[in-house]
Structures are given as C-alpha cells and as structure tokens.
C-alpha cells in the first residue's frame, strides 16, 4: 500500500494513493486514484525540450488539470470518476483497456464544449476561405477510407460513447453531439451519430467492414431544419444563401 504518493516533473506535480494485492502472482490487483494539480503544457514541454505541434492559438494547453479513480489486474485498466481539464474544456467520464497484448478500449465519456479549431494547425494562406467545405463524420470517414490499410482496422477493439455539449471545428459550430463506436474484429459501427446545428439536426449511421478483402463502407445520413445563411456565414464569410436545408443520403460501396 502506497499512500501520500507525490511525483514532480518540473512544473508538474502528480499526488496519489495506490494498493496492490497477489503482486507476485497471474491475479494481481490494485486500485487507488491520482490527482495531476493544475499546470502549464506549453511551459513542461519547453523545459523538457519537446516540440509540441503548430497550433493555430499559441494560448492552448496553458492549462492542464486530471483526477481518477483507477483499478486493475495484470492485463487490464479502468480509470473511473475521469476529470480532465483542458484550458476552457472539461471531459469527465469512464475509460478502460482491457487486453494489452491486443487491447480492447470501452469508454463512456463526456466533453462540456471545445472549439477544437485553436488546437488545429493554422489555415494555409493559400488556401481560400470559401474552399472548406462542411464535413460531417459520414464525409470525414469516407474521404479517409482510400487511406486506410485494412490490417489496422481489424485490430481496433472499441466500445463506447463520446457526448459533446458545444463543439467548432472548421468554424462550424454544433451541439449535443452523440458518438457511439462499436469496433470488433474488422467491422466498426459508428452509429448513432446525431447532432443539433443551425437550429437543425443531423442523424447518422456509419459501418466500415475490413472483414474481407475489400473495404466495404455504408452510410445513412439525415439532416433537418438547417438555416443555411448561418452556416455559409460561418463557413465562408458571407450568407449569399437562405433557407432551410433537408438533405438524406445512403450509400453502400467498397
């Protein structure tokens, strides 16, 4: 049994309690929990000399908070009572792998809201604004499928949930969004996936199969009740266009 655990890295200070049982033998067990206290990623990763990504906000990651549960066996981790802070945002939730040899992750987490284009690298200038186009995750698999060797998606083992209270990315804002993953042996099921944007809704259905040869893909998406002029504001800067937008689409390739 450990108890008043204390780890320091520079500005980062790390405090916990952990208790293990049959450590020496194949039923090893523990449990306990840590607190990482509130500290600047940009000033660690500077005094350890690591080259953090571009970002399109040079103010991010200047806040970094975590606490959890945790528990286990030899094989296995679950860190429960999950509270991460992340400069505005909070994700709180449920989180385990099960399996290191061939890990298999479930997860049940919840994000307050995030505008994720500060975290993302800047826009190329060249790049005209009015060339972004809107993706939603049906689109962003699709467009990635042709990257995708098949190996890799076979070995993907996921079960779970990801809720989104606010989210902007590419400049479009949306709310409430649902992502459910359900990944096993080759065939991954995002569904639901559901979003509330522009006073709209957005429903969706996304299964990739690397079960066979091929990449087999199949979509099912909605979207209702969408202002349009919002949008095109937000994408493109200006709103040329107004109305409502109704749009469904089902496809099945490979």
Do not use: C, H, W
């Not at 399996?99 to 995030?114: E, G, H, R, S, V």
């Not at 993706?135 to 699709?142: E, K, L, R």
């Amino acid at each position: 049994q450990v108890n008043d655990l204390a780890v320091k890295l520079a500005n980062l200070t790390m405090n916990g309690r952990l208790q293990g049982e049959k450590i020496l033998s194949d039923n090893t067990a523990f449990n306990g929990n840590i607190q990482v206290k509130p500290f600047n990623l940009r000033k660690l990763a500077d005094e350890l000399d690591i080259e953090l990504p571009e970002m399109a906000d040079n103010s991010t990651l200047e806040l970094v908070q975590f606490s959890s549960g945790i528990s286990g066996t030899k094989n296995s981790v679950n860190a429960t009572d999950m509270q991460l802070t992340l400069d505005q945002s909070q994700l709180t939730g449920q989180f385990g792998v099960n399996n290191f040899t061939k890990p298999a992750y479930t997860f049940n987490l919840a994000l307050d809201q995030i505008d994720a284009d500060r975290y993302l690298p800047p826009p190329a200038e060249e790049k005209a604004t009015s060339e972004r186009q809107p993706a939603t995750p049906a689109t962003a698999s699709s467009e990635g499928v042709s990257e995708l060797p098949l190996e890799p998606l076979r070995e993907i083992q996921a079960k779970g949930s990801l809720n989104i209270g606010k989210l902007k990315v590419s400049g479009i804002s949306s709310e409430n969004i649902v992502i459910t993953i359900d990944a096993k042996d080759g065939l991954i099921k995002l569904s639901p996936l559901s979003a509330e944007l522009y006073q709209g809704k957005y429903q969706g259905n996304v299964n990739l199969d690397a079960r066979g040869d091929n990449l087999k893909l199949s979509v099912d998406e909605n979207v209702q009740g969408v202002q349009a002029g919002p949008l095109l504001q937000d994408l493109t800067g200006n709103d040329r266009i107004s109305g409502t937008a109704n749009a469904s689409v089902k496809l099945n390739g490979s």
